[in-house]
């Protein structure tokens, strides 16, 4: 009964990526062509509203649903590490035409190709786990 508010949380996330249509793969594919803005407007407002809810975490200091604070630690500026998980990151989205979430959004709507890129996904986030130690952090 406790994770039925996550249940419901990724419903509505299903539902939101499927009427803004963030879940297709043809506008994923107008966006790495530059051919239309309605991805870059998706992602740039996600983008400022994340700015938004950090600040005022921040500012008010607020804490997660078990009363702890959130805390955000400063990251070193290693730009090959940003650039080299972008790019696979990318290449990933790109070669698939569906980021994580949009990945399960179509699973869920039929599209059962999606679950061999999902298998991948999952493959790659436990060899990362394993490997995670001897990466240069």
């Not at 730009?79 to 990945?103: D, E, K, N, Q």
Request: charged share 10%; hydrophobic share 50%.
């Amino acid at each position: 009964m406790k994770l039925i508010k996550f249940l419901l949380a990724g419903t509505l996330f299903g539902i939101v990526m499927a009427k803004s249509e963030a879940m297709s793969w043809y506008r994923i594919q107008e966006m790495f062509r530059f051919q239309a803005f309605h991805m870059y407007g998706i992602i740039g407002t996600a983008v400022t509203l994340g700015v938004i809810g950090v600040f005022l975490i921040k500012k008010y200091q607020l804490r997660d649903f078990s009363g702890n604070p959130i805390l955000f630690y400063p990251k070193d500026k290693s730009t090959v590490r940003y650039l080299a998980g972008g790019t696979i990151f990318g290449l990933g989205w790109a070669l698939s035409g569906a980021c994580p979430g949009p990945m399960v959004v179509n699973i869920g709507y039929g599209y059962l190709s999606l679950l061999i890129v999902f298998l991948f996904a999952v493959l790659g986030t436990f060899l990362y786990g394993l490997v995670q130690n001897k990466l240069p952090h």
